[in-house]
């Protein structure tokens, strides 16, 4: 592949391979060795704002609701169960309603997504399509006022499947960098990736509070989300541009059997595959996947989660919300490396069973003691920790699966484990939609969350010790057509 840049050229990585500089001159230093590699951490840069830019629209969202049934107060420090219905629902429960119809439709129409990134040639072609729209619906939410508010809950419903369908076209090139890049550096390249994202959360959220407290909106829900869409349509519409400036053509994967239909392919693509892990993987793979379908279905629903319950419980909102947020990014930083060092100094399995049982515990200290708006230092404390286990969980969790899948199937493995972070993602805010709306209180609800991490820290358990975990990952894959026992 030709080098476009010289080699004395230091706004590169040494002996970078890509054919292309980015439209924006001073993003070259963000460069990586290959287009793609360069391409996915630009999409990082980009999801990341669009990420926080939910906390200001569900936020806005819940607050338009109760304005709509008249039982808004700027100033209360009571809870609204006394609120009439509207559309049949608490005002409430909207953001977990959003989350939960939005990941219902996506566990069911991400399969056929993948059959069409796999068995055609257009998985640039849906990456870029996913990211105009996001972008589309983004700019749409700019107009998001008293009268318009339903129409963008739906659309907010829409772009929670989008942004899957988005995720996993990008992420479907994580195997191909990692093969072009070779392991050690796409090892550093997942670290740069994640301090890439969150770097940009950051810089979103500061963004937006400093705007906001230069324009006074203070703690104006419905300003601040304008304004947050209105930046996030700016910073993620220019990232999401230059990663599929980026993001190479490439041919179907695997080409679709005689009779064999786009339309069920996925599904029995996943199937045969879980059929496999079942056969030659269940105790170490199959159990890790098995508590990825309960541990991030808990760890996805937190954010719609703490946003119910910060406005609801801690009468928080605007710009002290993004405080917050701003606080729990920052704590998954350091929570990131203790991570690491706890996986250094036992293993990854134990590390990540470590983690669960102090998230179980914190949880239920958290949602018992953070029951009033007072005090208001409290949620900042507790979200600080929140962060901590939460980088501590994605980086203990992404070393684990790094390591336990077999050889050979990396881009379809990686395509079930984004499936499984996804397949049961609606049952938490559904959960906590029904307990709301039967008048329980959301510290239970919140606690409910402990309950996946419980399931998932079980079928941890009964994964094989770690080394026998390691030996089994470095043997020949079984699962492939020529190794496959009959």
Known sequence: ?????????????????????????????????????????FFRMGNGPLIMSNVFMSAALVTLAKKEVNCYHA??????????????FKPSSLITNIGTIGNLISAFAIPFIGAVIDCTDHRRTVGILAALVTI????TQIGTFQSTWFVMAILQTINVFINWVHLLASFSYLPE??????????????AEYYVGMFGMEIFYLVLCIGIGIALGL?????????????????????????AWYFFTSAPARRKLDKGESIVTAGFVQVFKTAKGIKKHYSSTLGYFLLATIFSDASASAFTLVA?????????????????IFIVILLGTIPGSYFGVWVCDRTNPKTCIQIQHVCMIIFNFVAFSTMTKPEPKFLPFIYGAIWGVLLGWFYASEMSIFSIVQPKGQESELTGIFIY???ILSW?????????????????????????????????YQFMAPWDQCVDISKKDNLMLPSLEEP
């Open 427 to 459: 049952l938490p805010t559904l959960v906590f939609t029904i307990m709301n709306e039967n008048d329980i209180h959301m510290s239970w609800g919140g606690m409910v969350l402990n309950v996946y991490f419980l399931i998932a820290l079980v079928f």
């Open 136 to 139: 589309i619906i983004q700019a």
């Open 75 to 88: 100033d209360d420090d009571i809870d609204h169960d006394d609120c009439d219905t509207v559309y049949g």
């Open 177 to 190: 960098i990692a093969a072009d890049v070779g392991e050690e550096l796409m090892i550093k390249y997942n």
């Open 218 to 242: 203070g703690d104006n829900d419905e300003a601040t989300a304008r304004l947050g869409q209105i930046v996030n349509v700016i910073v993620s519409g220019l990232f999401y541009y230059i």
């Open 307 to 323: 946003v119910t319950y910060f406005a609801e419980v801690c009468n928080i909102g605007g710009q002290q919300l993004g405080l």
């Open 1 to 41: 592949m030709a080098t476009a840049i010289d080699d004395d050229e230091d706004d590169y990585e040494e002996n970078a391979t890509t054919n292309k500089l980015c439209p924006v001159p001073f993003l070259n230093k963000c460069l990586r060795k290959t287009d793609d590699a360069s391409a996915f951490a």
């Open 420 to 422: 499984c972070s996804l």
